[in-house]
């Protein structure tokens, strides 16, 4: 296919992605002025690959349809291992949580309880300082 040259709109979508990852805080300001201004300058999509190599989804457009760049999967919380861990996490921290009260006898329970009181009651003495 070649490296094709870019439109104004995929010029606009690279920089409203950009802006995606500075809402989101994967970028700064300054990386974002620097990345901007790479993107308005280029000239063809293989320009825009180093400027989003670092980062995840949301792509640009013209990356993803002129795969000039291998994409790397985003684990997007919908295939069969994300569907089992969001549905059976708990259960597995509940068990967890059992087999060792059970294998501890208890004394994990006590320092549970006593570990939050003990750093609440030394916050409440720093505030009255």
């Known amino acids: 296919m ?18 995606e990852h500075v809402r989101s805080g994967r970028l700064d300001i300054d990386e974002y002025g620097t990345r901007s201004a790479k993107v308005t300058a280029a000239k063809r999509v293989s320009d825009l690959v180093p400027l989003f190599d670092d980062l995840p989804s949301p792509r640009p457009s013209a990356l993803l349809n002129g795969a000039t760049a291998p994409q790397v999967p985003v684990m997007s919380g919908e295939g069969p291992l994300a569907l089992f861990l969001t549905r059976s996490a708990v259960p597995i921290a509940i068990v967890l949580a059992i087999v060792v009260l059970i294998l501890s006898r208890g004394r994990l329970l006590i320092i549970s309880v006593a570990l939050p009181l003990v750093v609440a009651m030394l916050a409440g003495a720093r505030r009255r300082r």
Do not use: I, Y
């Open 2 to 19: 070649g490296d094709m040259r870019l439109s104004d709109a995929e010029r606009q979508d690279a920089l409203d992605v950009l802006e």
